[in-house]
Structure formats: structure tokens, C-alpha cells
């Protein structure tokens, strides 16, 4: 048995409607094209691999992540066990993302552990892929009770078998969003590996998501979110402990998980539309200043990346605007000697950072459209 999809109230069903109205925005505007669009996706995609890490306690900053979504090595030092998190996270999700358009799919229990397997492959001691032969519990604090305690194992295997039929064929006229959070919380619950689970939970509801192809699902996943601020996963981790009650009791409503979803899909739509907005001022902001300093059009593009936590690194301005090292190096160094960006670090972890006037004009940009406070759909929270 599996938790059930709840039933949906007027106000549900009013959020659901505004998702649906920000979708159809957001497609459009992604549809069209801009050059910064490429850079926008790699940060939404770093934010994901940054929130759902964090919230397992490997947290590093965004700059991190950045370097990590765009294939490239991590420029702050971190211990084995983190990078290894990180760039597990990247891979699986990498996956995740191709998986939207995949011609032939099928969800399968296999399916959900070789995803496991890319995100633990850095620590075979924790059986990356393999269910749990023994108990588990999730523990608050070394000095208290568990806070959940998961089905036996032995029912493992029947319980993701069920899971599976389910995400292939249940409930599929129910919107995309409720069945991706009962896939979230129905795969937490059963808990069915040694470590990882809340990971493969998240990449799962945002795997759910693309396989809709409703948008692409960088723009949709709520996973950046869960992981942004202490008091978003205090929220996220009291309102899975409301489902589940302390135990694998599938029969709960799970009516207030799915609220906290859908309010956490809205909140994120409106973050991204703040995030559409920042790149295309931003992107013009930095086209006038490399106009005036008498630079070509192609050079905005290294200089919008630079206004990026991670800034701009010549192997990655290659790839994305296809150019040779050649014209790269002149690039930025054109831009360099214009005062506008900066070079900091060495070696492979060498990039460029927005200096002087492109530097200023970004922060006034986002500083502008950061002040405009969110809207909670549901009223005061």
C-alpha cells in the first residue's frame, strides 16, 4: 500500500491554476531565442544539485555549483565526501534532464536504483543501489528518538514494485505536480537504501516532472528551493514528518504534504520569473557597456558570465559560443583591459569575475528586482 493522491480543495485548486497560467508564461519566454538562456538553465540546474545537497549537509557555495553544472572542476577546496556527493547529484540529474525527451522510458524499480547508484558511486561502503537488507530510522538529533522509522525490509522489494506501477500508470489524470509530490513522499517513506534516500526523492518528483515535458524541467523543480534557506528545509522536513507520523503509514492524509509542494512549486515559478527578468536587464546592462567600450558583440556573452557567482572560465566561454582558444584569449582579454572583468585563481580553477562598471550594474539590477517580496498563494504561511 502506498500513500494515496488526496483529494483537492478550492484553494489547491486556485494555486494549480496559477501554475498553469506560469508554466504557459515561462514556455514562452524560454521558447524564444536569447543568448543568455544557455547560462540562465546552467544555474537553475546548479541551484538544484546546490539545494538537495545542502539539505544532506554538503553545502557549498554557488560558485561550486556552478563550476560543477558546467563540467568543470569546483574552484573552493572541499573534502572527498562532498565533491563526491556534488558531482554524484550532478550526474543523476544530468540523466534526469536527457530523460525528458527519451523515446523509449519506462519507470522501473532498476530504474530508480542505477540513479541511486550514480548519485553513492563516490562510497561503495553505503551499497550505492542495492535496498537495505536491515531496519532503518531517520534520526532528529544523536540525543533523541528517531524522528521516522521505515517499513521492514522485507517489503522493500514489493513496495517499489508497487511504486513503479504506479508512476507508469496511476492516477495519470491527476496534474503532473500532485503526482510528482506523491512520488516524492511515497519514495521517502518506503526509504528503501542505506543512505540516499531523501536525494533520490527529490530527483525523482523532478524526473516526474520531465518526463511531462510540460517545461523543461530545470524551470519547474523545486529542489533549489527545499535547499535554500534553513527555514525552507525546516518546512520541507515538518511537513514530510506530518505525513508520515513517525512510521510507514501509507494510509495518512497526505493532503498538507501536497499543499507544502504546491506552494513550493509556486514560490519557485515566481523566483525563476525574478531570475528571466535579472538575466535579460542584466544582459542588456552589460551589451551597452561593451558597445561603448568599442568590444565586439560576441564579447557579451563572456561578459553577462561574469556577472555569474561563478564567472566566466575560457574553456567554458569556448564551448558555449564555439570558438577557438584563440579568440577566446583575445576576448577576454579585451574585456579585461577594458576594466570590466577581473582574472582570479589559477590553473584549472582560473576564471573572470565582473569588475569596475559591470560589476556595479549587475548588483543594481538584481538588487531592484530582489526587493519586490514574493507572493505566498496561499496567504500568510
Not at 540562465?40 to 539545494?51: C, H, K, Q, V, W
Not at 505536480?177 to 516524492?184: D, E, F, L, Y
Not at 503509514?249 to 535579472?278: K, M, N, S, T, Y
Request: glycine share 8%; hydrophobic share 45%; net charge negative.
Amino acid at each position: 500500500m502506498l500513500f494515496r493522491v488526496p483529494e483537492v480543495d478550492t484553494a489547491d485548486e486556485r494555486v494549480l491554476t496559477e501554475l498553469d497560467q506560469f508554466r504557459g508564461e515561462l514556455r514562452h519566454q524560454v521558447a524564444e531565442p536569447r543568448r543568455w538562456l544557455g547560462q540562465l538553465r546552467r544555474s537553475l540546474i546548479a541551484g538544484a544539485i546546490r539545494g538537495s545537497n545542502t539539505i544532506e549537509g554538503y553545502t557549498v557555495d554557488v560558485a561550486d555549483a556552478e563550476a560543477v553544472a558546467a563540467g568543470e572542476e569546483m574552484p573552493t577546496a572541499h573534502d572527498a565526501h562532498t565533491r563526491a556527493a556534488v558531482t554524484g547529484y550532478a550526474d543523476a540529474l544530468t540523466y534526469v534532464l536527457q530523460a525528458a525527451r527519451f523515446e523509449v522510458f519506462g519507470f522501473h524499480p532498476m530504474l530508480l536504483s542505477a540513479l541511486h547508484f550514480m548519485m553513492l558511486r563516490g562510497d561503495l561502503d553505503r551499497s550505492p543501489g542495492r535496498y537495505r537488507l536491515g531496519s532503518i530510522w531517520v534520526s532528529g538529533a544523536p540525543d533523541n528518538p528517531p524522528v521516522y522509522t521505515g517499513p521492514d525490509a522485507e517489503r522493500v522489494p514489493e513496495l517499489m514494485d508497487e511504486l513503479c506501477g504506479w508512476l507508469q500508470g496511476g492516477d495519470l489524470d491527476a496534474p503532473v505536480v500532485v503526482r510528482a509530490a506523491m512520488a516524492h513522499l511515497n519514495l521517502v517513506s518506503i526509504h528503501p537504501w542505506r543512505d540516499g534516500n531523501g536525494r533520490m526523492a527529490r530527483c525523482l518528483h523532478t524526473l516526474v516532472l520531465a518526463r511531462h515535458l510540460i517545461l523543461a524541467p530545470e524551470f519547474s523543480s523545486i529542489e533549489e528551493w527545499l535547499g535554500s534557506s534553513p527555514h525552507n528545509t525546516a518546512m520541507y522536513y515538518a511537513a514530510l514528518g506530518e505525513a508520515q507520523g513517525g512510521s510507514f503509514q501509507p494510509e495518512r492524509d497526505a493532503h498538507g504534504w501536497l499543499r507544502f509542494c504546491l506552494r513550493a512549486h509556486h514560490l519557485q515559478a515566481q523566483l525563476v520569473q525574478r531570475r528571466l527578468d535579472i538575466a535579460a536587464e542584466v544582459w542588456q546592462a552589460v551589451a551597452d557597456q561593451a558597445a561603448a567600450a568599442g568590444l565586439g558583440e560576441r564579447t557579451i556573452a563572456a561578459l553577462y558570465a561574469a556577472t555569474r557567482p561563478e564567472g566566466v572560465r575560457r574553456t567554458t566561454y569556448m564551448r558555449d559560443e564555439g570558438l577557438t582558444r584563440d579568440q577566446a584569449i583575445r576576448d577576454l582579454q579585451g574585456l579585461k583591459a577594458a576594466g570590466l572583468i577581473e582574472e582570479v585563481g589559477h590553473g584549472r580553477t582560473q576564471r573572470y569575475l565582473a569588475a569596475g562598471p559591470t560589476a556595479q550594474a549587475a548588483r543594481s539590477v538584481r538588487a531592484a528586482l530582489a526587493a519586490q517580496p514574493l507572493r505566498d498563494p496561499y496567504g500568510t504561511a
